[in-house]
């Protein structure tokens, strides 16, 4: 089956800092990739949708400027937490789409806990 | 705008009992449905979907799930429940292939032995 990486699955750093996570479909290509944050014991609420070679679309209410994310591969995304702060910390998961037709399963990575000190 | 419920913040059963987690889902269209569970400080794993076709879709572990269009119901059932099936349960839907999935705020199931 198909198979989403993300690197690294847990980060700390300090307050002020930039992080990068990458989210990778290993078998599989993906033009369109999903980025969620999931709060403690609380639903995953999607921040952008990332698509290949094309400006990531941002949900309501998500800063474009602290979340930035690229798309620049069939099988790679990045969302990099610029000048991160406590309240960045969470559990931020992405998904991937199989591009395959007839496939309109998302795949889930298995999630990066960004704590920021 | 599309939305997904889940009623019950937790569901309790003893291990050998079936179980059923709920779900009701609102979306414009024909509905995409999926369940996933989360095991503590892991991604998503997908358990089963409903795309189109017969209205009970039988997933992963044993789990099952009946879609009732009428009632805009998803639930999530197994026959037998297991002290490994304890976990977070994720319900979602969308409307069109390949869009981001709207997520239910979860449930958690704890089975006893």
């Known amino acids: 089956g198909a198979v989403v990486s993300q690197h690294p699955s847990w980060v700390i750093c300090k307050s002020g800092t930039s992080v990068k996570i990458e989210c990778r479909s290993l078998?599989?290509?993906?033009?369109?990739m999903f980025w969620y944050r999931q709060f403690p014991k609380q639903s995953l609420m999607l921040m952008a949708t990332s698509n290949e070679g094309s400006k990531a679309t941002y949900e309501q209410g998500v800063e474009k400027d602290k979340f930035l994310i690229n798309h620049a591969s069939l099988t790679l995304s990045t969302l990099t937490v610029t000048s991160a702060h406590p309240e960045d910390s969470s559990f931020y998961i992405c998904?991937?789409?199989?591009?395959?037709?007839?496939?309109?399963?998302?795949?889930f990575g298995p999630g990066t806990r960004l704590t920021v000190l | 705008a599309q939305s997904v419920a889940q009623p019950e913040d937790q569901v309790n059963v003893a291990e050998g009992n079936p179980l059923t987690v709920k779900c009701t889902y609102s979306?414009?269209?024909?509905?995409?449905l999926f369940w996933y569970v989360q095991y503590p400080n892991r991604g998503l794993q997908f358990l089963l979907k409903y795309i189109t076709g017969d209205n009970l879709v039988k997933g992963s572990y044993g789990f099952e799930a009946e879609f009732n269009k009428s009632q805009t119901s998803f639930h999530l059932k197994k026959p037998s429940a297991l002290v490994s099936d304890s976990a977070l349960y994720f319900c979602?839907?969308?409307?069109?292939?390949?869009?981001?999935?709207?997520f239910g705020k979860g449930t958690t199931l704890s089975v006893s032995s």
């Open positions: 979306v414009s269209g024909n509905p995409y």
């Open positions: 979602a839907v969308t409307n069109q292939a390949g869009t981001a999935l709207i």
């Open positions: 998904s991937a789409r199989d591009m395959r037709v007839g496939l309109n399963e998302q795949f």
């Open positions: 078998d599989f290509q993906a033009t369109t």
